[in-house]
């Protein structure tokens, strides 16, 4: 499941194949457009030296949480500021849809910026805090990957962000390494 903070956490991209190659796809205008379009979000691309400054160590923080909760961990009293604080520049407009049977509360984005994107974000994760869906927080156990995903099964038990890619890999190498030590045990 894709959502709008993990979006933005996983544009630090690692290759999950284990070349070391990683790529910060936050500083490319094809991301940048692509995510905007995505989510629904306006600001000006491509984004200035210092938004990407802020949005790097927005960043940085929003994975240093995600990988606490991941470990079972909780969000502090300090935590909790700073996520008030990124979430203070974000004004929004309110507006009734849908019909009579299915009527829904609306908040759309009132600015066209990056601070209204880091706070459509920091809004987004602390919905997660709310709706107590933290304890689904995952980071592919990969650790060549750091992907950052919910576990959407119900047992929760989902340890790769992607079965067919890096569960996959991860088989092979558990294989490999069996057999070179079975390997070694007959010689
Ligand atoms: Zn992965």
Request: glycine residues 6%.
């Given at each position: 499941?894709?959502t709008?903070?993990?979006?933005f956490?996983?544009?630090e991209?690692?290759?999950w ?17 692509a ?31 995600a ?71 995952r ?7 750091k ?18 890619m890096c569960?996959n ?19």
């Amino acid at each position: 499941m894709d959502t709008l903070w993990t979006d933005f956490v996983n544009s630090e991209w690692h290759d999950w194949r284990g070349s070391g190659r990683s790529e910060n796809r936050l500083v490319l205008t094809a991301w940048q457009d692509a995510f905007l379009d995505k989510w629904k979000l306006e600001a000006p691309v491509p984004a200035m030296g210092q938004e990407i400054d802020e949005m790097q160590t927005f960043r940085r923080h929003l994975h240093r949480l995600a990988a606490e909760l991941a470990a079972g961990g909780s969000i502090s009293q300090t935590d909790r500021e700073w996520l008030n604080t990124m979430m203070a520049p974000g004004l929004v407009r309110r507006h009734l849809d849908g019909d009579e049977q299915a009527m829904r509360l609306f908040l759309s984005p009132v600015g066209n910026d990056w601070r209204q994107v880091m706070a459509e974000v920091a809004a987004d994760f602390a919905k997660t805090l709310l709706e107590g869906e933290s304890l689904r927080i995952r980071i592919c156990e990969n650790a060549d990957c750091k992907w950052v995903f919910y576990d959407d099964t119900r047992n929760r038990t989902k340890r790769y962000c992607d079965d067919k890619m890096c569960g996959n890999l991860m088989k092979v190498r558990r294989f490999r390494a069996r057999k070179k030590a079975e390997m070694k045990k007959e010689t």
